[in-house]
């Protein structure tokens, strides 16, 4: 499936130095930050470079230069490039501390846009590892807390669960505890064998296979090696080696990538890689992440993804294929973020039009806007309490507002049950303010 990379030899060095040259140095450069691997390289032409094989030397001789070694046991190293600093750097500016923390998220918005994101990114990790209920339902079952039906849903709910975990137990070290916790919480009620939950796998019958083929793709290091691997990790966590200095946002990816590697379950293995990098962000002070739907990113481009972790244990272990994938979806996570909140944005410029109606609050008119593009729309007292996140008491209470108003009407859905339309004057009043 992937292409084993050249291996670098005498008559395969460079015999010139060919980056005295500052367009064959710039076009090096963004084979660099790019992270290019063998099999895009060999197809690559620069003028004064001989051939593919000596294009690949150069790339692995800088790569070599700027290489910084994390685990010797199994030879896990990364080199530095520029595009990795410019990308933290970026992060560092918006994800953490003080910065752009109020321009970003708008304050009376915050606890909706967090609640959104986390549904996102429990419903895409999940899916990632196979989990098939529509984005709706798991929506749904999300916000009005219903019970999960089957397999799919319970993934998904654990994820759920296990985010909101990882966002109370920041201010606590890494430990052995609190990885088997979170490995639990996500894999609860979900293994065909049970026993397995919180534990670490205590065999080798675990392979990465490609999902359509069935070859295999990554043989993990032995079961009994689990222990002493974990226990580097807790360390590598925990403590800086004062040696080398790694920028947190490429450690958090680590530890993604190392979970990954190491797989050190018999199932969830990648939710929780992801569980711990999302960890790390926030234990680390980018508040921000927790508004970002990252695997949602991964999961558009999951072939990327899997990808990434092939080339770094074809070309021996360089997770520098990984790390620039990881920080390319991150940055990706952060722009579509932007974009929504310029939507949200725009909405509340229309709900601020619908105030003006008078004898409207603010969430009468989120109400209101609910049905402006969708003239058939009908909506439920839980429809609106799971969407603004207010008590049936509330939402009825805003509901009936809006009847007396005539801007809504009520229309019975079963003997039972009651819905809610657009009422006789909506269409005059919203052409009004419209006009």
Known sequence: MIEVPPKITNSTSPKNNFLQDGIVKESINRLQDSY??????????IEGI???????????NERASKS???????????????QMMRLCHLFDMNFGGKWGSESIIPKESSRRYLLGSIIEEAISSSQMEGASTTRKIAKEMLRKNITPKDK?????YNNFQTIQYLAAHTAEPLSLELILQIYGLITKDTLENPEYS?????????????????????IPPSFTEIASSIEWLVNFVNNDDTSVFIHPIIKATIIHFFISYLHPFVDGNGRTARALFHWYMLKEGYWLTEYLSISRVIYKSKASYEKSFLYAEADHNDMGYFITYHLNALQKAFEELKKYISRKTAQQNDQNRLIKLGNV???QAEILYMFLKNEDKILTVRDITSKLLISPTTAKHDIVGLVD?????????????????????YNVVIDTLYT
């Open 36 to 45: 290019a691997y063998w099999s895009e390289v060999k197809y690559k032409k």
């Open 50 to 60: 001989p051939d593919a094989h000596n294009l690949w030397s150069i790339l692995k």
């Open 68 to 82: 910084v070694d994390v685990y010797p046991k199994y030879n896990l190293h990364f080199a530095l490039t520029n």
């Open 152 to 156: 799919s849903q319970r993934m998904i």
């Open 198 to 218: 919180g534990k670490f796998r205590q065999n080798n019958d675990v392979v990465v296979e490609n999902a359509i083929t069935h070859e295999v793709v990554h």
């Open 361 to 363: 609050t603010q969430r």
């Open 405 to 425: 108003q005539s801007l809504l009407s009520e229309i019975s859905l079963n003997r039972q049950k009651k819905g809610y339309i657009r009422g006789e004057k």
